[in-house]
């Protein structure tokens, strides 16, 4: 059973549409993170997440993404008007130390396309 | 910027050979990881190696880190067809790891 579970593992949306990609970590997993991934491009920062706040976001994090754990459970990304930029592999990763040296744990990835 | 560099971009071998992947970055770290993905999969983590190490070895695979030179190496030794993937380090920064450009290995069979 893998520890870290995206789903969906494909949605296709149309642009300006609001998307949710949700993430299910074990529960005692206190550090959350969202990479994205355009196709044949590198791995993208997008937030870290820990004990219900944000901890750091890069550029690309901007007012069109918001993220949220509404349940303890579940770690949300919301793409409130989706671009047809935004197309992309979205991951998420858990960790239980941040970056003090345990590595992340990524789920297998939800590919967002937007026509 | 604290992104990792891998090189080569790109790397062909013949199964049974071994395949050297470097990573070169520019601040001071904590750690360092690699990664593997193979194409439109996720990522799948193979080593994590702290400042104070040099050597880490994970069944066929050896990771080096050189801090004074930062700069980290993935080998994996004997290399098999379904070790054809992309290949990432990653730099641990505040809040989170800062991944490379990645480097595509193909082996063939």
């Known amino acids: 059973e893998p520890e870290v579970t995206q789903t969906p593992s494909h949605q296709v949306t149309q642009m300006g549409q609001e998307v949710i990609l949700r993430c299910v970590p074990i529960?005692?997993?206190?550090?959350f993170y969202w990479y994205r991934q355009i196709l044949g491009q590198k791995v993208e920062f997008l937030v870290s997440?820990?004990?219900?706040?944000?901890?750091?976001k890069s550029e690309i994090f901007d007012d069109q993404f918001s993220v949220e754990r509404p349940d303890g459970s579940n770690f949300t990304l919301k793409i409130r008007s989706t671009k047809l930029e935004d197309s992309a592999m979205y991951f998420c990763?858990?960790?239980?130390?941040?970056?003090?040296?345990?590595?992340?744990?990524f789920g297998s990835g939800t590919r967002l396309t937007v026509v | 910027s604290q992104q990792g560099e891998e090189d080569p971009q790109a790397l062909s071998i013949q199964e049974g050979e071994n395949a050297t992947m470097n990573c070169s970055y520019k601040t001071s770290i904590n750690n360092l990881q690699w990664y593997r993905q193979n194409s439109g999969r996720g990522l799948v983590h193979l080593i994590l190696?702290?400042?104070?190490?040099r050597e880490k070895h994970s069944g066929r695979l050896r990771v080096t880190l050189d801090t004074s030179k930062k700069s980290s190496s993935l080998l994996i030794t004997a290399s098999r067809a379904a070790d054809t993937a992309s290949y990432f380090c990653a730099i641990a920064g505040t809040y989170k790891y800062i991944f490379g450009t990645g480097t595509r290995l193909k082996v063939l069979a």
């Open positions: 997440f820990y004990n219900n706040e944000i901890s750091e």
């Open positions: 529960s005692n997993h206190l550090y």
């Open positions: 990763a858990r960790s239980t130390q941040g970056d003090r040296g345990y590595g992340y744990t």
């Open positions: 190696i702290r400042s104070n190490e």
